[in-house]
């Protein structure tokens, strides 16, 4: 049985999804740790739009499942917020920036929003997509052996 928190949080989601499918972009407050540096969970909102033209580097609303149970049905699925790493087919591999190895699978079609934008307390955009954005990105994505020492020193430096 699902508890009150849970119902409200998935009818939020749903209601989300229902108007990015629309065309309507969404702008959704995040949690959680998962995409440090780039996006501060319980701090940064994000805005959302219908997924077109998925590429590598960009960042997704996704229904995923959990590291090597791609293949099984049972399986509780999760809303992420996480960067695409690579395509097989119609499979999306998923891993959020603040991880240090954990992987999530989809299919394209449980991608339901690309981010195009991160919005700071303060009210500035950080556009998504952006040559300087991917860059960032990408070198980050080949740091990920140094990645546990050098969140390390961002959540020492940001306290």
Not at 100 to 126: H, M, W
Request: aromatic content about 8%; proline content about 4%.
């Amino acid at each position: 049985m699902m508890d009150s928190a849970k119902k409200s949080d998935a009818l939020i989601m749903a209601e989300a999804i229902r108007l990015v499918n629309e065309g309507v972009s969404v702008t959704f407050p995040v949690n959680g740790c998962s995409m440090l540096p780039f996006i501060v969970g319980g701090r940064d909102s994000v805005i959302l739009e219908k997924p077109v033209d998925l590429c590598v580097g960009d960042v997704v609303l996704a229904l995923t499942i959990p590291d090597k149970v791609l293949h099984l049905e049972n399986v509780e699925k999760h809303y992420v917020i996480h960067r695409i790493v690579t395509f097989s087919g119609e499979n999306v591999v998923l891993m959020g920036d603040g991880n240090l190895v954990q992987r999530e699978y989809c299919k394209r079609t449980d991608v339901y929003a690309k981010v195009i934008g991160v919005v700071r307390p303060n009210g500035k955009k950080s556009l998504q997509g952006t040559f300087a954005e991917r860059c960032a990105a990408k070198i980050w994505y080949i740091l990920l052996p140094f990645r546990r020492y050098l969140l390390w020193i961002y959540k020492k430096v940001k306290k």
